[in-house]
């Protein structure tokens, strides 16, 4: 098996050493995800700015999107990732844990998005209407799904990272389903 190493701060260019210094400024680590992504010279900065572009979404409603497609796509670190992320913004272990697989019983707004989400991941964007119903009558607009697709697409990007690769896990890890 191939194995991939995470760099350090002296290993990756100028502008991401910078890039290192602020997010252990802002987090107090480099999160191993992002130092893979400094292995080139853009892709850390180009992550982040997908990551942190303004959206429609709330912090909460991002979390379920991530949740969602890092259970359907297997990932293990941006599972365990967004478990602290998810519980950071106002999620109990127990909600973490059914919003992975897809429902939030505990909340209809968030159910819809969990669904939704659910259904695009796993049916490469073909979604049937009543899915598409159910999200725009629990409250959510058009432009709510483009920054819906955004988000997963971000979150496709580090999921499909750490499948390739299975670098070492940074956060505690997330119970299994």
Known sequence: MTKFNVPVRGEVSENNQAIFDNLKKGLGFVPNLYAYFAKNDTALGDYLALQNRKSTLK???REVVNLVTSQVNGCRYCQSAHTVLGKMNGFTDEQVLEIRSGVASFDTKVDALAKLTKAIVENKGKVSDQIKTNFFEAGYTEVNLIDVVIVIG????????????????????APEL
């Open 59 to 61: 912090a909460k409603e």
């Open 154 to 173: 971000d979150k496709i990007i580090s999921n499909y990272i750490h499948n390739l690769t299975q670098f070492e896990i940074d956060f505690p890890i």
